[in-house]
């Protein structure tokens, strides 16, 4: 089984961490990549909505090139819906998973994230997949994506520590790290803390390479059904669908 | 005053048409503007993740050109939350126009929309919006974006009557139409079928026009701050942002 | 265009300067009355009921005197479902103005009161208009409607520490003015905490303008046509309404 | 012990049967009343705006002559924060009472109510009271109040269809009539259906004597205090409250 | 009338001492029992599911010796579902009761529990109830539930300080207790705090006899109805069920 | 490694099949049991609660032979809570698991079981587990569980038509069988309707597999840490459990 991760920004380092998370956690070959276009990091919409268009080129490539699923590994689980449309296997975005894998774990769950402007989209995603009653509280660690893994950087410890006050102060049962770059910091929380932490990247994997062996994908009905061909112009004119030669399998 | 109205898809006709229905509602100066990349309509979530880029140059120049407030014309509001990232004026969707209109003329409404594809994100909207307990229904009709208005077309005897189902069969004390595309077709349902009909073009122009009349704008506070300064790379490496010269005027 | 400003209390002083604010964000002729039955002011339940009357009164007399929409002043939006019943034109509450208003200019708001036994009120409005995700808390100054505009009072800064705190701890984007007597502080505040500030009869005059612009009143469908004709005895003999001689006219 | 049953409108014919239902479930001495003034029954939001006053008339009177709880004998239970707030014992609405016990007797319930324009004010009453996930259907018999008892009327007839209706295609449970006005027909509704069918006046009587009995009243703590003393003007001037001479006693 | 109260713990002391509470507020003669198998206290939700083979033989075994209606003395309401399907009569869970008798008293309530392990259920019953909007907040003692009446213990000063802290922090309009081993310390408490405090048992004993008092009794439609009748085996072949001679009596 | 499937009913065949369908999607050993004490299938919430002692007992023995993970084999995913307390290894219902895995692969699902008694409780576990806005119809078959596979009968064909219903009247984009026992129709349904069709036993033992992989399993804080030790008496006197010896290893 062949999984593609996606790491929706342009950083390289960070793709190489995230494949390496996800690599640990799988006998399926697992393939990382990044979009040459778009922003170094996704800390705002503006990133996350000019991240959306590498990322479905990576997905479409990535397919051509025999991967069986897609990990979207950016915790606003950018273009989730648009990549559900153009992919013929599953799609899990990192935020999506990680909080089902929380669900199954206890009552209630927590989200720790990096800069405070992202708490809305989590919290958004938190309504998305159904868990506004599960989700008991998002606190963000006021460190950049990238400065995440400077060495030497306080990093590691302000991210434990807000994981210790979702569970001490806000009663969650179990801890979700906002953030794909924060993988690397799973199992020596989870130490840390006394309860179960949850690394994105590695839920999705996980997720995606279930589907795979259950035979199941995207459902074709109507709203996820291949997009309707039309055109495409100027610098996006790339975009442009070809029409399906043979008729979509569904299911 | 000058507004902004920005067409999210590159078929200059239906800008055209947008521009006179907005301006007939206003004293404003209105600007009716399309982007030169991107598809040709939006029909799915890949067409509308692919407009955003371009959407969100045209709001750049836009307020460069001196536009005090922005409406974003395309009834799934793409990229609202990106562009009150970067718009200096306040930005409304004409989905989110709409529906607030609806709310205040009666206790529910309900949304006519082209193809059934779109209804999953039309109910995003109403949710996200706070109206999930009055909207009572979202039809469709089956007619593509730029077949609504080709020139003997049954297009706008189907909205009348998808229109009038929405009032007779679920219920709805007003209709709001679902496309841009439909504002021509405003005033002739609403005689049609006795309850107030809602262009959302309309609606838009008006509640920016009067935001922009009370001195009001997007917050600065934390997630709708200018977003944070980066590298943007390949092809989309003309949108990284300059740091602002001088700070940004709160309200 | 003539707009009804209707302060549903007997308190002239507050009329006026309700009337100047109003008066100040609109180009229309702005009519602002009081009823000369009722409550000095509404800070209970009991008052709030029992300026219903008084209020409906002044609402027919000002649509018989030529006013085309109107604005309901006091922040429970007394009477609102009634009013929407007998009058022609458009009605909107200040209450319901101003959380609209305040949804379009980032995620959240905060509302500050007056006496916190009416903090149940403000609400119950929240949830009827949907805001419950948006509204992220409502704070009481514990000073009486009456004792807002005594000269030399701490209430203006009272006031503008209630809407810090809204802001600072409770994470608010913007601020709504809980009571039509603020309206007066509503720049000041702005200036002092830096987010948008919202005063419902500002945002109240600017959306029954927008309405009446765009031809809109509410749906005289099923729940808000003309109530029923019947007899009322006693006291309220005078509020048996007669049978409408011509048909009402829809939208 | 004397509960006090309060038909909030004038037609003394419906209190007479109503006081009978009441008195049918009780061994308390019922007091069955109207007031003097306002609607001869009630069909809009102006009705109900206009009963109050006489309502609250009423209840002062009524506890003054020794009653030690209230029922609001109308399906639209009006009033019923303001009588909370000067009402000495309990008090409970007609709608309010069927509704907690409908939800006792299995996992959902119907309400079959008189006019279509009334459904809305029902929709409100079961998401306030929090009954919004086992209300599974309200249904209108287009029949007006006054239009219930007369005889050879087929009222009784068209109420019964409506209430197999709500049982047979929407599945509820157990069925709510939706008028003071039907109390008279439950028993005989019941056997023909064989589900559950219960009148709001019985469930106030037996709900009010129980707290009663357990010697429970309304919460004193701010928002349901008595109201703030204050100036009333005009037709309305009676209102005045008086302070009261000794502290309220909590509880 | 006869009522049974079923303690569904094994704990003799503890169903004398809530028999004596539930009979001090009818005039209905109560039977209180406990079941011979099971946990000594319900503590977990192992204890919960264990307790309730007990409580269901208790009920069966009730009705067969006259009792007309039933309260589960639990504060989980443990076994309510399989009861109703067994029971005759109406049965009612103290939580249940507790809640709908304190949402008649105010806007808000708020719990006081054993151990904090307790409160994930009882959140799962306010929502079930359909009161997530009135329940303001759950407060734990950290007292087990067989050392509330340990005579010299700190336990009722311990209550009492958390329902004050409920009315003042948390801003409960009145208390809710939660565990029958508190219903002792009911007019106590509600003495110290001035706001009203339910105990659950009372409460459940008067809604039950209400019930009775109506006529009314679970709905028998498709939920509810009999369970179908089948071969139960090993330890618990003794709940095996018969098929019923005669119909059951629909209401 | 090996994972524990637990079918909560007596019947031995129902077993065998479910075993089978869990081995056929996994490379890990699977341990296919019911208990000997209990109902022979589960139809009622009488049915579910009697079950539950017998499958606690089964999941104790089984983690004593070896098992790391468990799946509770019945859609009412029954004892689900009291399982996490006293399992050490991740538990996971096949309600809880098919939901999940439907959310993943598109907007919407719809629920097909066998008799109408019980879409109730998938309506509660619908809820509970956050999918209220995803799920849009539960539909019944109205054949006993024990009759879905007896040869020659129509039960594959019924429930081939619901699930057809489920899309095209309902819009589901996938299907959920509401049964263990259907968990053998799975891929010829899918077949014959051509959108995803999730057997919920499939789906568990996947979702297990993957916490399993991961090092996930239930929280031990608070709510879900080994129930408190106390006397058990009579016939259930077995389950009394022993102090732990060692420390439980928290995560």
């Given amino acids: 089984m062949r999984i593609l ?68 590994a950016c915790f606003g689980d950018p ?47 938190v309504e998305r997949y159904g868990f506004g ?6 606190r963000a660690c006021d460190i950049a994506v990238l400065d995440l893994d400077v060495p030497g950087s306080p990093a590691r410890a302000v991210v434990t520590e807000r994981c210790r006050q979702v569970v001490e102060e806000d009663g969650a049962d179990s801890v979700v790290l906002g953030c794909a770059g924060m993988a690397d910091f799973c199992d020596e929380i989870a130490e840390a803390i006394g309860v179960p932490v949850i690394d994105g990247v590695a839920a999705g994997v996980k997720l995606v390479e279930a589907l795979v062996a259950l035979g199941l994908t995207t459902s074709r009905r109507d709203e996820y059904a291949p997009p309707p061909v039309k055109a495409y112009s100027g610098a996006l004119e790339g975009f442009t669908r070809r029409k399906p030669l043979a008729p979509v399998t569904v299911r």
Same sequence: chains 1, 2, 3, 4, 5, 6.
């Fill in 79 to 125: 273009g989730l819906d648009a990549a559900r449309e153009i992919a013929v296997g599953p799609v899990v975005g990192i935020a999506e998973a990680a909080m089902h894998v929380a669900t199954l774990l206890g009552r209630t769950f927590g989200i720790v994230t990096t800069l405070s402007r992202t708490i809305g989209t989590a919290q958004d995603l």
């Fill in 5 to 72: 991760v996606v790491n929706p920004n342009t950083t390289a380092a960070m793709t190489a961490s995230i494949g390496a998370c996800a690599a640990r956690v799988t006998t399926a070959e697992v393939v990382a990549v990044n979009p040459a276009m778009g922003p170094a990091s996704i800390e705002s919409h503006y990133d996350e909505a000019l991240a959306v268009p590498g990322l479905l080129t990576e997905i479409e490539r990535g397919e051509r090139d025999g991967a069986q699923g897609t990990v979207i």
């Fill in 133 to 138: 009653a599960r989700c008991v509280a998002i």
